[in-house]
């Protein structure tokens, strides 16, 4: 199965419950988009379903992993409906982006909105399906220190400009290989070998492809 990021408008409208607004600042529109995306990818399912040692639901909720205010959010967490997922849904992508906000800013001195839409929406589903706290925990050892570092100076630099495509397609390559120090590929990412379709399509995006 392949997913493509949808076109970002001025004109996109939050898919959610309580939305229906039109939608112009720049941090909802690329929400919007990764709704929309990750909706595609992870495909609604009603009922708990196995996923590893326990269950998900939804929007590929991880049932173990739901924090207590998301759990109070369904009525039956063996049965969900849709509208409780999409609301859900919407508040973990708000709390993936300020995550990513904190990743690339502060002391590292970039900022989030230098980044292209399409690379800041495929960034978030990857955020989602792997968890961001990797990305903290993980960044300076395991196998996202380089791509972590590529990631943070692109959000340096001004958008579009040639150093910043640079650094992106930098951060591209390290989502789905793993180097030597010599900088030859010493092999596939854990994430490109679990579900290397969508690994590949959100490496394409964040590297402007």
Wanted: glycine share 8%; no cysteine; proline share 2%.
């Amino acid at each position: 199965m392949s997913f493509a990021i949808a076109e970002i408008s001025d004109r996109s409208m939050l898919i959610a419950s309580n939305s229906g607004s039109e939608l112009k600042s720049p941090d909802l529109i690329v929400a919007n988009s990764a709704f929309n995306l990750i909706a595609e990818q992870e495909d609604f399912k009603a009922r708990k379903y196995k996923d590893g040692k326990d269950f998900s639901i939804g929007y590929g909720f991880y049932i173990p992993a739901l924090s207590a205010r998301h759990r109070a959010m369904f009525k039956n967490l063996n049965y969900v409906t849709e509208t409780e997922s999409k609301i859900v849904l919407t508040e973990k992508i708000a709390e993936i982006s300020k995550s990513w906000k904190s990743l690339v800013g502060g002391k590292h001195k970039g900022k989030w909105d230098n980044l292209p839409k399409k690379a800041r929406v495929a960034l978030i589903s990857m955020g989602y399906q792997l968890g961001v706290t990797n990305f903290i925990t993980n960044a300076g050892k395991g196998e996202w220190p380089k791509f972590m570092k590529a990631v943070r100076k692109a959000s340096t630099f001004e958008l579009g400009s040639d150093e910043q495509r640079e650094a992106l397609k930098d951060a591209s390559n390290h989502m789905v290989n793993n180097y030597n120090d010599d900088n030859t590929i010493r092999g596939k990412t854990a994430w490109h070998m679990q579900t290397s379709d969508r690994a590949d399509l959100m490496a394409k995006a964040v590297g402007g492809s």
